[in-house]
């Protein structure tokens, strides 16, 4: 399942092809998509070529090739004005601030906390929702402070002892140390769950499955979401 932003630059190098014959430049990905960098449309790219939709052909600049389109879709151009990310719908947009329903006490050993969709651990993905559903947490679990649940989604993090299907428990919060497994959001567009690496003013998000590289971006680039707290898993 590809997302909105992924499926948007897949349509556009489509539709370009289709017209011209050569798909676009990378400064007109970035355009097209209203991106600030190249390296976002560099991210998109691997996660379209990642997940089968598209190649690269060798020792050709620029040459990309679609092999495949998601089911029942029409090529269309991106959408240029008024845009919006949907890394995290709602009030949760491109925003770095989260607003998420208060946690509740359902009764003395369980804390009802908001489910609030999914986060990858893999290749980022724009796969914060809106709040689903709540989950009931031991009081034990969780720290001082606002909390929300994400359920994972990839195996970035398997070495750290987080599964794809797990449910994280994040508490809300800005900036992290160093170490910490955190929610973060790359360049207001994609979010991921690593953990986090400062180097100097740079600022590496690190996976813990060696099949996945670490990431390295200015401290502009990243906004911190939350820390993780706890993890619930269902057997």
Do not use: W
Not at 49 to 70: C, M, Q, S, W
Not at 87 to 112: A, N, W
Not at 166 to 184: H, K, L, S
Not at 214 to 226: A, K, L, S
């Amino acid at each position: 399942m590809l997302t909105q932003k992924q499926k948007e630059l897949l349509l556009f190098i489509h539709g370009r092809l289709q017209e011209t014959g050569v798909p676009p430049s990378f400064d007109e990905m970035k355009d097209a998509l209203a991106l600030k960098s190249k390296s976002g449309i560099h991210r998109l790219i691997t996660a379209l070529e990642e997940r089968g939709f598209i190649r690269r052909l060798p020792h050709r600049a620029r040459a990309l090739e679609v092999i495949k389109l998601p089911e029942n879709s029409e090529p269309t151009q991106p959408r240029r004005s008024g845009f919006t990310p949907s890394v995290i719908e709602g009030s949760l947009g491109k925003q770095s601030q989260l607003s998420v329903p208060p946690s509740s006490m359902v009764d003395s050993r369980t804390i009802s906390v908001p489910v609030m969709g999914r986060i990858a651990a893999g290749v980022p993905i724009s796969a914060i929702q809106s709040h689903t559903h709540d989950i009931a947490c031991p009081p034990d679990l969780l720290t001082n402070g606002e909390h929300f649940a994400l359920e994972v989604r990839g195996d970035s993090m398997i070495d750290a002892g987080i599964q794809d299907g797990d449910i994280v428990i994040i508490r809300r919060c800005e900036t992290a140390e160093n170490g910490d497994i955190v929610v973060a959001l790359v360049e207001k567009e994609e979010a991921t769950l690593k953990r986090l690496r400062k180097r100097g003013s740079a600022i590496a998000l690190e996976a813990a499955n060696p099949k996945y590289g670490t990431r390295i971006f200015g401290p502009d680039q990243i906004d911190i979401q939350g820390r993780l707290v706890g993890l619930i898993r269902r057997y």
